[in-house]
């Protein structure tokens, strides 16, 4: 008898399950299982997602509940893998401990390459995984290179089409089937969400605010960002306000930004939270209050808004994050991008005023090469076939507007395009200058 252990570590994560089970992804099995995975810095200062508004919702789709934190406690689920020869001892542990018996066990997961999703594919060998994309990392390649023992036992990847016509980058190494998920799914999960959220009062037709993830920033550019966008949204008009905090971050500099809103003549709210302090899914606010204009700087919401909701949008601060954000591989980078390449500037009033949807044409045409550019000096050994496309963009497309995502230094290292000023590329093609150069280096070593 099989057993479906669906992997969540947000409430995002856990509705795109939901509504990956209602539009019949997954095969009939004996048990279906939401194991909850908080992967906070600090678990205990974050809010549980027991007490996220409407998560009894979410749970009606499974026939149990556990959680990941309590298997593996006191190590932290973000950082941990089991050693090889402890597989088989978590192996019958977690089965007696979840009463498994002895079948197949298959695995949804989130992250191929990072626990907690690693140790569970580690844990249950053999079984098939299909892996889900709730956000936009999963437009970017692997975070690293993954076990075939892993790799070739996936059998789908899931994604919920945030960018109208772009595939997922996660796993095609492996030439994994992708397959998205129907937006009426989605919609009805966000529609019982909204249902089932009540206790908040807030002004319709405001401009919802969404604040980056804990860490992405340093605290200071974090509140700078915040005041930016308050400052944005009311210049663009909008008097009323709402701040819409990150679901993991345990601090938000709400007064600061309150404190700007009237200076500027406008009022600004966060929505009443959940019990234990868990703020409101953003998509909850997208359906119960039909913001006028929603503004963020990365956050995969943005699309939620645009695509599924035909709100307008716009972003600020992507620019400072993709300067900020380091390493290079950062996963961050690639949702950075994406936004930055299709929204619209908050400072652009005209372009916020004069959006039109976004269609697989607009995207192929803002997104043309440059995935696959970003992607390439990302990660160079899990996607080495990339290199040609790279190179391609980078001869072609390299300009003021395009360089802010890449880093001089790191196409350098890759032997890319761009590393050298076009007006001192004559250097590289000169003989006589690199031998110079390599004797001087000569000299240094000894």
């Known amino acids: 008898m099989t057993v479906q252990i669906f992997a969540a570590s947000s409430t ?54 556990l959680s990941w934190n309590d298997a593996v406690f006191p190590l932290h689920p973000a950082a941990w893998t089991p050693r090889p020869d ?20 298959e695995l949804v997961l989130e992250s191929p390459h990072d626990s907690p999703a690693q140790a569970l594919a580690q844990v249950f060998t053999g079984g098939p995984v299909t892996v889900y994309v709730p956000g936009l990392t999963g437009y970017g390649p692997t975070g690293g290179k993954i076990s075939p023992l892993i790799g070739t036992r996936v059998r789908q990847v899931l994604h919920p089409d945030l960018v109208p016509g772009l595939e997922p980058m996660l796993l095609a190494e492996y030439d994994v089937p992708v397959r998205t998920l129907p937006r009426a799914a989605l919609l009805k999960v966000y529609s019982e969400l909204a249902d089932a959220t009540d206790g908040f009062a807030s002004p319709e037709g405001a401009a919802l605010l969404l604040m980056p993830e804990p860490g992405a920033l340093p605290v200071a550019a974090e509140t700078e960002l915040g005041l930016r966008m308050v400052r944005g949204a009311v210049a663009l008009g909008h008097t009323r306000l709402v701040l819409q905090p990150h679901p993991r971050a345990s601090a938000v500099p709400s007064g600061a930004l309150r404190e700007e809103a009237a200076r500027l003549g406008a009022g600004l709210t966060v929505p009443a939270v959940g019990t234990g302090g868990a703020p409101v899914p953003a998509e909850v606010l997208f359906e119960r209050l039909r913001p006028a204009l929603v503004v963020g700087c990365s956050s995969a919401a943005l699309l939620t808004a645009s695509v599924f909701y035909g709100l307008p949008v716009a972003r600020t ?11 290079y591989e950062n996963p961050a980078r690639i949702p950075a991008t994406i936004i930055d390449a299709l929204l619209p500037d908050l400072a652009d009033t005209a372009a916020v005023r004069e959006q039109s949807p976004l269609t697989p044409e607009t995207v192929a045409g803002a997104l043309d090469g440059l995935l696959e550019a970003v992607a390439f000096a ?18 072609t497309r390299l300009d003021a507007g395009t360089w802010r995502y890449f880093k001089r230094r790191r196409l350098g290292s890759l032997a890319l395009p761009g590393a050298v000023p076009r007006r001192l590329a004559f250097v590289r093609r000169n003989a006589t200058l690199r031998r110079m150069a390599r004797r001087a280096r000569a000299l240094a070593r000894r």
């Open 317 to 327: 601060g992507t620019g400072t994050l993709l300067e900020r954000l380091a390493p």
């Open 86 to 105: 402890d597989v088989p001892l978590w192996e019958r542990h977690l089965r007696r401990a979840w009463d498994l018996g002895d079948g197949e066990v």
């Open 378 to 395: 990302m990660r160079p050994r899990v996607r080495p076939d990339l290199r040609p496309a790279a190179e391609r963009y980078l001869s």
């Open 12 to 65: 995002h994560g856990t509705a795109v399950l939901a509504a990956a089970v209602d539009a019949g992804c997954f095969e009939d099995a004996a048990r279906r299982i939401l194991l909850l995975c908080d992967t906070a810095p600090v678990p205990e200062a974050t809010p549980p997602a027991a007490s996220v508004p409407g998560a009894g919702v979410l749970r009606s789709r499974f026939d149990e509940v």
